[in-house]
């Protein structure tokens, strides 16, 4: 049974970073692709960025425009943890952020289905 888990969310001030990880256990995946997602109150849920896997090797990431110069994700393999670190955050990043990972996918964002997501992270940035 594979199992995602987030930790990292809090309160931050805008223009403030936070580290968002995702660590994956109970399966090995050969291929995978694994996405930040966001889900702000009363707003559908929202691809943030994602990252596509072979093995230990990174295949592509890919970002929403909002997410673009101040997101990153990356990998620690060694971990089994995906990071997103968010840098200049604004009061329209808080959210729910989940990581969710769909099993033998090469991906872009928009066409991400996960198969299974963690259980979120809340992120508010506010004065």
């Known amino acids: 049974q594979l199992q995602l888990v987030e930790s990292g969310g809090g309160l931050v001030e805008p223009g403030g970073s936070l580290r968002l990880s995702c660590i994956a256990s109970?399966?090995?995946?050969?291929?995978?692709?694994i996405g930040w997602f966001r889900q702000a109150p009363g707003k559908e849920r929202e691809g943030v960025a994602c990252?596509?896997?072979?093995?230990?090797?990174?295949?592509?990431?890919d970002y929403a425009n909002s997410a673009k110069g101040r997101f990153t994700i990356s990998r620690d393999n060694a971990k089994n943890t995906v990071y997103l670190q968010m840098n200049d955050l604004k009061p329209e990043d808080t959210a729910v952020y989940y990581c969710?990972?769909?099993?033998?996918?090469?991906?872009?964002?928009?066409?991400?289905?996960?198969?299974?997501w963690g259980q979120g992270t809340q992120v508010t940035v506010s004065s």
């Open positions: 990252i596509s896997m072979s093995g230990v090797n990174v295949l592509s990431t």
């Open positions: 109970g399966r090995t995946l050969d291929r995978y692709a």
């Open positions: 969710g990972l769909e099993a033998g996918a090469w991906t872009t964002l928009k066409a991400m289905t996960p198969d299974h």
